[in-house]
C-alpha cells in the first residue's frame, strides 16, 4: 500500500508565500512521476505542477513564475514553494504520484489526502 502524506497547507494574504510538501511511502515502492493538482469550490481539478522522473517539470500558465516544483528523490518527497499568491489560488492541494508498489511491475495512481489554501486579506 502506498500512502502519501501531505503539509504546508494554510492561510496567507495576497502576495504571501506558502510551502507545500508531499512525502510518498510504502512497501518495496517505485516512484515514477508526481504532481501536485488542485480543485477550487465549483471546479474541475486541475493539474498545477508535474514532474517527471526524468526530472522534467511543466506548470499551468497561470502559476508560471510564481510556484516552483521541487524533488527529493531520496526522501520520495516533492515540494510546491508558492510565491505571489493570489486569491485565485485558494483550492485544496492534492499530491499525485505514479507509484509501483511491492515489487510490481505495474504503477498505479495515488493520491494524497489534500492540504486547504487560502489567500485572503
Known amino acids: 500500500q502506498v500512502q502519501l502524506v501531505e503539509a504546508g497547507g494554510g492561510w496567507t494574504q495576497p502576495g504571501g508565500s506558502l510551502r507545500l510538501s508531499c512525502a510518498a511511502s510504502?512497501?518495496?515502492?517505485?516512484?515514477?512521476?508526481m504532481a501536485w493538482y488542485r480543485q477550487a469550490p465549483g471546479k474541475q481539478r486541475e493539474l498545477v505542477a508535474h514532474?517527471?522522473?526524468?526530472?522534467?517539470?511543466n506548470y499551468a500558465d497561470s502559476v508560471k513564475g510564481r510556484f516552483t516544483f521541487s524533488r527529493d528523490y531520496a526522501k520520495n518527497t516533492v515540494y510546491l514553494q508558492m510565491n505571489s499568491l493570489k486569491p485565485g489560488d485558494t483550492a485544496v492541494y492534492y499530491c499525485?504520484?505514479?507509484?509501483?508498489?511491492?515489487?510490481?511491475?505495474?504503477?498505479?495512481?495515488?493520491w494524497g489526502q489534500g492540504t486547504q489554501v487560502t489567500v485572503s486579506s
Open positions: 499525485y504520484a505514479h507509484v509501483a508498489a511491492g515489487g510490481s511491475a505495474w504503477p498505479d495512481d495515488y
Open positions: 510504502g512497501d518495496s515502492i517505485r516512484v515514477n512521476s
Open positions: 514532474g517527471t522522473s526524468g526530472g522534467r517539470t
